[in-house]
């Protein structure tokens, strides 16, 4: 079992003990974003550290509500 730190630009996401290590390309999600391991890192026999790459977030254009369509009274 290994202590497994995540970081994205040595910002820290998310720590977990694993059974497995990912490895170097894997694709991950971690919190509802997808990313891919850059680099793991041994800092010694129980702790990892893996620099993660997550993917942008394009959240859509706010529509603007017609209401010229609506009845006014």
Same mark, same amino acid.
């Given at each position: 079992?290994?202590?497994?730190?995540?970081?994205?630009?040595?910002?820290?996401?998310?720590?977990?003990?694993?059974?497995?290590?990912?490895?170097?390309?894997?694709?991950?999600?971690?919190?509802?974003? !997808? &990313?891919? *391991?850059? +680099? #793991?890192? $041994?800092?010694?026999? @129980?702790?990892?550290?893996?620099?993660?790459?997550?993917?942008?977030?394009? !959240? &859509?254009? *706010?529509? +603007? #509500?017609? $209401?010229?369509?609506? @009845?006014?009274?």
């Amino acid at each position: 079992m290994f202590n497994v730190y995540f970081f994205e630009n040595k910002n820290p996401l998310l720590s977990q003990f694993l059974k497995r290590v990912p490895a170097v390309g894997e694709a991950l999600t971690i919190k509802g974003r !997808k &990313g891919t *391991v850059s +680099t #793991v890192t $041994n800092i010694d026999e @129980k702790n990892i550290h893996v620099q993660v790459i997550l993917e942008n977030v394009n !959240k &859509g254009k *706010v529509t +603007t #509500v017609d $209401n010229s369509k609506k @009845k006014r009274r």
